[in-house]
């Protein structure tokens, strides 16, 4: 990647609105300056003065990244090439670092400080005793006008994060059978995205399963980890691989036992859906546009209701990424753009079915990056 260019793109629209840009270790950072985020914790993993992380620079004065030696060192972060580095040692004061950091911009009396959305609460105090005279804004919303529209090299970095996801799952369909726990095929899914080359799941490998003596339970992870998969039942797939960075997003529907009529028409009307919201990620159609062109082939046929979710996402270095394919969104899409196509069927108490590929934004429709399982896998 061109981290040059992007900074100095990045400059360029910071321009007449700030004097002034923080971006602590994020996507926003690793996109800007390419300086990489650890595989992500539940629980927050700190060092002492960690509200510095990160990197300053002005619309006219190049990066410096602000770390605590933990964060530097056992991070890797020392080995860094090609920006400057101010390491805070652990008994010294971050603000006096900031302070001097700051005093070296030069800034207005009255600054105006651009400043990501990651960055966290203490932060942003600390920044107000520091420099109280200062007005802020989003520097993420700057960014995005970056970020949305990918690069040729970022697609292709995205279509081998959607290889790796494809032989991933692959492997996992091969292992599955009769009376597996839930955990079972979550822990198979992240081994194989590992074993294939991810650095780790992009988010937390997720399955809706459901059917007549199986019902659909949302966000009760760790009593629906223990529950035994036995035909009759659907196992709807959620997960992606973290390829250089960049996360994917994947979903297939798998049948144990027979689909009966009721279950195969479910899974028939979802490809269905996604087939025609693909056809409609055209350059010049709206966010909108392409939700309802997916979503209408499962209102007409009756499941409107079970589709309890927009049609997708924008997706890249963050697993979700505005723009989103909603209703009310009136973002108009360009070439280059990525999202995630992912109409579903889901019933408390019935069959379910979803599917999801990341596709790219074409002047004649979408490409998808992902094909593999187009029929319904039965086991």
């Known amino acids: 990647m061109d981290y040059e260019e992007r900074i100095a793109r990045f400059q360029e629209f910071l321009g007449d609105l700030a ?9 926003d950072l690793q996109y800007l300056t390419g300086v990489p985020r650890d595989i992500p914790t539940y629980g927050a993993v700190m060092h002492p003065g960690a509200w510095l992380e990160g990197v300053w620079l002005s619309p006219s004065a190049a990066p410096i990244l602000a ?6 060192l056992f991070g890797g972060l020392d080995r860094l090439q090609g920006i400057e580095q101010r390491v805070l ?24 400080i651009a400043i990501s959305d990651h960055a966290s609460g ?11 005279e200062a007005t802020f804004l989003s520097a993420t919303s700057l960014l995005r006008q970056l970020r949305n529209i990918k690069s040729a090299a970022e697609i292709e970095i995205m279509r081998r994060a959607g290889a790796i996801t494809e032989a ?14 839930e955990l079972d095929i979550v822990s198979e899914v992240d081994f194989q995205l590992r074993r ?14 459901s059917g007549p003596h199986h019902p ?23 997960f992606g691989a973290i390829y250089e960075g960049y996360c994917y997003d994947f979903g297939r529907t798998v049948a144990f036992g027979e689909p ?5 028409r479910v899974y028939d009307l979802v490809m269905a859906a996604q087939a025609a919201g693909i056809q409609a990620l055209k350059s010049g159609h709206s966010a909108e546009q392409v939700d309802a062109a997916a979503r209408q082939v499962i209102e007409a046929a009756g499941y409107g209701d079970a589709f309890r979710h927009r049609l997708g996402h924008g997706i890249g270095l963050d697993v979700h990424e505005p723009p989103f394919l909603t209703a009310g969104d009136q973002t108009t899409l360009s070439e280059g753009m990525l999202f995630t196509i992912e109409p579903s069927i889901t019933q408390f108490e019935s069959f379910s079915a979803r599917v999801e590929d990341v596709v790219v934004v074409r002047p004649d429709g979408g490409e998808p990056l992902t094909r593999s399982y187009q029929s319904l896998i039965v086991v």
Not at 227 to 238: A, G, K, M, N, Q
Not at 260 to 264: L, R, V
């Open 19 to 27: 004097d002034l840009a923080f971006l602590p270790i994020s996507a």
């Open 67 to 72: 770390l605590p030696r933990m964060t530097a």
């Open 89 to 112: 040692g652990d008994w010294d004061d971050p603000s006096s670092l900031v302070r001097d950091i700051v005093s070296g911009f030069n800034l207005p009396p009255k600054p105006r």
């Open 122 to 132: 203490e932060t942003v105090v600390a920044l107000q005793a520091l420099v109280p």
């Open 168 to 181: 991933a799952f692959a492997d996992v369909v091969a292992q599955l059978k009769h009376g597996m726990t």
């Open 196 to 209: 294939h080359g991810a650095l780790g799941p992009s988010f937390t490998t997720s399955l809706y399963n």
């Open 216 to 238: 659909l339970l949302f966000g009760q992870r760790q009593e629906t980890w223990q529950r035994t998969l036995e035909p009759p039942v659907s196992i709807l797939f959620d």
């Open 260 to 264: 009966d009529a009721a279950f195969q």
